[in-house]
């Protein structure tokens, strides 16, 4: 095995590691437990420190400034601008922390040969489904049916449910898909020694025409581990993602509502989603940054570096499926710690 | 890379609760419980005040003691947010009784239960207590003015407050070595900023 394919080993084996301690760290579970005062579910997670630290008291910050906006829109209009700069930046720090929609986009990323560009995409669009979940979710509730806080509650957690069967849906096909293809890498035979079969063919000949009976020799199924990108994922990344409102969308929604200023909400609740998809969006992009580094400490012909890219894959798509069903367990009737 | 990113905490409130609390005595002078009154910040109220109330009047209890209801019943998994110790030993609380939620006329609601002890406490040991949410998604802060009140404590009995130390970066204030140290690893913003209550009686 050369210097560069080990060190490309280790790369994919740190990069699976850390989406598998992610998505394990209690953080991620820790939405099983239903906060009394929560408006759509558990949002919160527990002790935070260094650069989470500082993050918690912006956004701190920015929800504070964003009550403040909205209570002022009663008696001065420009409040508004303010509004809107506390609610893009409210989007950008509240992405900032743990989530399992951070969690699945970027497993998604790792898991998937997504590009750079769909990845921002998807970020783009799940930032935008979330907001407009709230949206829907309040202007059909509470403007059609006028329902209460505790109806509004119930819905909310049904659609909350929802989000995380779509996960746990995204992570069995990723399973199956990246499970197919890390068989088909193992099974392919290693590769012969060079020197033990006598090669004919002109070494350098830009052609680069060979029988498989010369050493030199490709991955067969190369096609299978490269690809990887699927519109069925994609779109179910995006629900997974994005399908959960969040409560300070909420919250902002009823309050504007109450003032009589709906409309300004909604557009508060759009510029959320835009910090937020900007935050996750740089996420994405660290994701494949870090997926690309790996593969370019690889030797392409490499078998164990296909292998090991094949296992990477498998694992990130093996921890979107596990959080699904622990966050699926944890939020069903009578589950949860 | 985006580990750092991932873990860490979401936690921030979505909720602001201002508190007020009574210490509630037997009449052979023992600690009872504590009796909470939690006024919750306008966007909370507007939330649950939401389809409720006629003609733009504030809701009635009767309208929000669904929602008083569900708010209650998820309390016992989060210990009802109220921490109580004696001598170094933490006490626990059985289920609340009394409880309204009830709106005024600004239509902010305000949600009051007692919380009796499981066993009532002898009075002469410092009893104290922190209210606080451990995941920080509510903040629950003392009111300024009489924040803690005695019911029927025996003679010579006192409460007093103590405020955390401040955490939060302030506005004018540069962010210091200090900050960051506030928020060593594993520290709990919940109770790192809850006030104590300290009943003393002699």
């Known amino acids: 095995m050369s210097r560069r394919s080990r060190r490309f080993v280790i790369a994919l084996a740190l990069a699976a590691a850390a989406a598998a301690i992610a998505l394990a760290s209690p953080e991620a579970f820790a939405q099983s437990g239903r906060n009394p005062f929560a408006i759509a ?3 919160s997670a527990g002790a935070a420190s260094g650069f989470a630290g500082l993050v918690l008291s912006w956004q701190n910050k920015f929800h504070q400034e964003l009550q403040a906006a909205a209570k002022a829109l009663k008696t001065s209009p420009e409040a508004f601008w303010t509004l ?3 609610s893009l930046f409210y989007g950008v720090f509240h992405a900032a922390g743990p989530g399992h929609g951070k969690a699945v986009l970027a497993s998604y990323m790792i898991a998937s040969r997504a590009a750079l560009g769909r990845g921002m995409a998807l970020a783009a669009l799940a930032a935008l489904l979330q907001g407009a979940v709230a949206i829907a979710l309040v202007g059909a509730a509470a403007i059609v049916f006028g329902a209460t806080a505790t109806q509004m509650k119930w819905a909310a957690a049904n659609i909350e449910l929802a989000s995380y069967a779509a996960i746990a849906v995204l992570g069995a096909s990723l399973v199956w898909k990246k499970g197919a293809a890390f068989l088909a890498a193992a099974h392919t035979p290693p590769l012969p020694r060079a020197s033990t079969v006598f090669c004919c063919e002109a070494v350098g000949d830009p052609a680069h025409i060979h029988s498989d009976a010369c050493g030199h020799f490709h991955i067969p199924d190369a096609a299978a581990l ?15 993602a994005g399908l959960r409102p969040c409560s300070g969308a909420i919250l902002i929604l009823v309050f504007t509502l109450a003032q009589g200023r709906f409309l300004t909400g909604v557009a508060a609740v759009l510029l959320m989603s835009a910090g937020t998809a900007a935050t996750t969006g740089a996420l994405a992009a ?5 997926r ?4 370019r ?9 296909k292998l090991a890219g094949a296992g990477a894959q498998l694992l990130a798509a093996v921890a979107v499926l596990i959080l699904g069903l622990a966050l699926l367990v944890g939020s069903a009737p009578g589950g949860g710690a | 890379m985006w580990l750092g990113l991932v873990r860490g905490a979401d936690a921030h409130p979505h909720v602001w609760v201002a508190v007020r609390s009574e210490v509630a005595f037997g009449p052979d002078g023992k600690i009872l419980g504590v009796r909470h009154a939690w006024e919750f910040d306008e966007m909370y109220s507007a939330f649950a005040v939401q389809g409720l109330g006629k003609n733009g009047k504030p809701p009635t209890r009767e309208e929000l003691a669904p929602l008083a209801k569900t708010n209650v019943e998820s309390l016992a998994e989060f210990e009802f947010f109220t921490f109580a110790k004696q001598g170094g030993s933490k006490l626990k609380f059985k289920e609340p009784v009394d409880v309204t939620l009830e709106s005024d006329d600004k239509k902010i609601v305000t949600l009051r239960f007692l ?14 207590f922190q209210v606080y949410d451990p995941t920080y998604f509510v903040s629950f802060g003392f009111e300024k003015q009489n924040p803690v009140t005695l019911s029927k404590a025996p003679a010579g009995c006192s409460v007093s407050t103590m405020e955390p130390k401040p955490l939060a970066a302030d506005e004018n204030k540069k962010l210091s070595e200090a ?3 506030n928020f060593s690893p594993g520290a709990d913003f919940g109770v790192k900023l809850a006030t104590r209550v300290i009943v003393a009686c002699p």
């Open chain 1, 41 to 43: 579910g558990g949002e």
């Open chain 1, 84 to 86: 809107a700069g506390a």
């Open chain 1, 226 to 240: 490269e690809s990887g990108f699927s519109w069925g994922d994609a779109l179910g990344t995006i629900v997974a």
């Open chain 1, 286 to 290: 660290a994701a494949v940054y870090a």
């Open chain 1, 292 to 295: 690309e580094t790996a593969r």
């Open chain 1, 297 to 305: 400490f690889s030797s392409p012909e490499s078998r164990r570096a």
């Open chain 2, 115 to 128: 919380l009796p002890l499981e066993t009532p406490v002898p009075a002469q040991k410092p009893f104290s």
């Open chain 2, 179 to 181: 900050f960051f140290q």
